[in-house]
């Protein structure tokens, strides 16, 4: 045997062949390649001890050993472990001033059971955009550590923003308010320069921002901008320079022409967009990605005023609902990239995954809203570990009965979760 065929042979046996270190294998009728858009059929997908897939072979042709464990999804059809870029942990049922009805421990502990919500429906991977102290952060440790079942959380800490701007609390009169500015506040670019440091220091992997007013925040309007282009340009290119990426909370058009101008990362809600913002997120060198929430104004118009929430929160939101769901379709056809952030928090963290129609129905096929909830989510949050099934990311799987990218609805309710290689066992 020439060298040549050699090296060919132990190539082919590498691959076919788990390694020592592999502990389950994944089998199923078929998964979806989310680069390529297309299914491989009859896959054996080896995971490792340490949660990354080691190789992928044909299940017809494959043998392993019995110290390999068989997660056998026979009749299934996987795609990666999704990716949701826009969640918050706290319970959506309790709006406006209920929050008050609690304790402050309540909601770290509320968390544990919305992260796994999330989990449940195939979200293996949440990026939480602000937290009350570092609950995001806490979460994280607990389930990294095996103190709790949930996705693999990026943590953003507080989130930053202006005095009475919408990442400020605003609910309370100045006699209720801590002394000082609430944490996450900064009214210079050195002062929020400081707030990225503080949120690094304390554990966050994300830096978010809030560049515009909110529905959701009492006092102010959607479209208001709220920091100036130097502010964002400060915070993006702090963040920047200790490796993390920012998002930015950017309802009005304004808003987020700076914050595409500032160099930040994502753009959050991006409600109000006009061509001019478009046109400068096609435009920009460094990728610039698009976060719609476009299904949650459904729950929030059916149920808000039950939950407590203001009376101008609901107006605000009735308001900008549609013109949000329109412009995503714009975005979309003018080829924005996008990603999949669905507000949880703002509606059920169960219910995320009815956002995929959602978007189908708003100018999307069904493969891009899978794609930008795998691939372009792993992409923008600068990780090759997670939104593809490939050698080396995470054994992150999804099953579903039927083809995912000709019903996008089967991912409302999926059959099955892997999380590195462990199937999840689904909460009662």
């Known amino acids: 045997m020439t060298a040549r065929l050699l090296v060919a042979a132990v190539s082919a046996i590498a691959l076919a062949a788990p390694a020592m270190a592999e502990k389950v294998v994944v089998t199923a009728d078929r998964y979806l390649d989310v680069q390529t858009g297309k299914y491989v059929e009859h896959p054996a997908i080896f995971i490792g001890d340490d949660g990354h897939i080691t190789s992928i072979a044909d299940a017809r042709t494959v043998r392993w050993g019995a110290d390999v464990r068989q997660i056998d999804l026979g009749g299934k059809t996987l795609v990666p472990g999704l990716i949701d870029m826009h969640t918050h942990l706290g319970p959506a049922d309790i709006g406006g001033y209920r929050f008050l009805e609690y304790t402050d421990s309540f909601w770290p502990i509320a968390a544990v ?164 913002g478009i046109r400068m997120a096609l435009a920009r060198k460094r990728p610039v990605w698009f976060s719609m929430d476009i299904k949650n104004t459904d729950y929030t118009q059916a149920e808000g005023r039950k939950n407590g929430e203001l009376e101008e929160n609901i107006r605000k939101d009735r308001e900008i609902g549609q013109i949000q769901r329109d412009n995503f379709r714009k975005a979309t056809r003018a080829g924005v990239r996008m990603v999949f952030g669905s507000d949880a928090g703002v509606m059920p963290h169960w219910m995320v995954g009815q956002q995929f129609a959602t978007m189908v129905e708003y100018g999307m096929t069904p493969l891009q809203a899978i794609q930008a909830a795998t691939r372009n989510a792993a992409e923008a949050l600068g990780r090759d570990d997670v939104g593809v099934i490939a050698v080396g990311r995470y054994g992150d799987l999804v099953a579903v009965t039927g083809d995912p990218t000709a019903n996008v609805r089967l991912l409302e309710k999926p059959d099955a979760v892997v999380k590195g290689g462990a199937l999840v066992d689904k909460a009662r």
């Open 113 to 276: 059971g919305t992260a796994r919500q999330m989990l449940d429906g195939g979200f293996t991977t949440i990026r939480v955009v602000g937290s009350s102290d570092w609950e995001d952060v806490g979460l994280k440790q607990a389930i990294d550590n095996g103190y709790a079942v949930g996705p693999r959380i990026v943590p953003a800490g507080h989130a930053l923003g202006a005095t009475g701007g919408h990442c400020d609390d605003t609910y309370l009169p100045p006699s209720l308010q801590k002394k000082g500015k609430e944490e996450g506040i900064g009214d210079s670019p050195e002062e929020l320069k400081y707030q990225v440091r503080r949120q690094r220091k304390f554990g966050a992997e994300v830096i978010k921002v809030c560049a515009t007013g909110g529905v959701f925040s009492r006092g102010d309007t959607p479209g208001q901008q709220q920091l100036t282009v130097e502010e964002l340009k400060a915070i993006a290119d702090e963040a920047h320079m200790q490796g993390l990426r920012v998002a930015a909370h950017a309802h009005g058009a304004s808003g987020i022409r700076a914050a595409i101008e500032g160099g930040i990362d994502t753009i959050e809600h991006a409600s109000l967009v006009d061509d001019e």
